[in-house]
């Protein structure tokens, strides 16, 4: 089956659904880890919905990906706590050492690092997350021995 064919079954799945789009979108990113070029014309044209529509929806949210991730999602946390705690500096290390900034992947797409709002671990800021694993108190040093 192709993108297209695989993306149209998705949104035609649920299209029935009170405001399909962002199920779409997300079910879309589940299967491909992004939204491929036909994401905007396929799920517009099931939706009946402008390209313009679908377009802004995935350009206005941070969360939806255009092009393919890297192998690991790091995600630093970006909220008050954990910037209180020194989470900019360690973006700054991590922006650094990977030699990316953010919404980026490496050349070798070993990882993608993303900006994260609060990944609910405040006790322990800063945080990050690497792929689905979260890790507090997270330091420059502790960063590179866990990418090592």
Known sequence: MTREATIRE?????????????PILHAVQ??????PPETTATVADVLN???????GVITF????????????????CRSEACQAL????LAEHIQARLNIGFHQTTPDGRFSLEPVYCLGNCACSPAIMIDSDV???????RFDALVD
């Open 135 to 141: 890790h507090g108190r997270m330091t420059p040093e």
């Open 10 to 22: 998705l949104a035609n799945g649920l299209a029935d659904w009170d405001g399909p789009l962002l």
């Open 49 to 55: 919905l402008s390209l313009a529509d679908v377009h």
């Open 86 to 89: 020194g989470s900019e500096r």
């Open 61 to 76: 949210y941070d969360y939806f990906r255009t092009k393919p991730p890297g192998r690991q999602q790091i995600r630093v």
């Open 30 to 35: 589940q299967e491909f880890g992004f939204l």
